[in-house]
């Protein structure tokens, strides 16, 4: 049996859940309204987690601009898709729903991408905050507190978006 792994850190975006095994992260949650979903629960880390959690710090301070780090992204096809291409931006890169559409070969899916986007289980490490409507504005995050904390993601990342 696999085993499973939790810590939590601080972030100028709330706290941060990760969760993960012996090989890869495999979650990540902003807290939203004060809460994470595993609260309860004892930290038990790891190297890996220890491994993101430093990463994630270096990111929020401004001296890491790409993570390194093993990542098990586990969804349907489709979503694994849009998640495979998420991972492809960089620091300070955007696209918009229907780029990622055309790029997973699903032209005019872009509600569809929205969705799969949405579901992303490792935010922040998978930017899925660098996805924009195609004329440039915020249309929504699924994360920590939602469009306040995607437009700090943004900003920090300097990314520029219509208002």
Known sequence: MTNVFLIRLDSPIGRLELTGDDEAVSGLTIER???LPHDGEPERSNAV????????????????TEFDLPVRLSGTPFQEA???EL???????????GALAA???KP???RAIGGAVGANPIPIIVGCHRVLASDGRITGYSGGEGIPTKLWLLGHEQIGFAA
Not at 49 to 64: I, P, V
């Open 103 to 105: 790029a997973v070969g």
């Open 33 to 35: 309204d004060g809460a």
């Open 49 to 64: 987690l220890d491994d993101a959690s430093t990463q994630l710090t270096e990111y929020f301070a401004g001296s890491r």
């Open 87 to 97: 991972e492809r931006l960089g620091w300070g890169e955007a696209t918009s729903y």
């Open 108 to 110: 005019g899916s872009a």
């Open 82 to 84: 849009v998640w495979a």
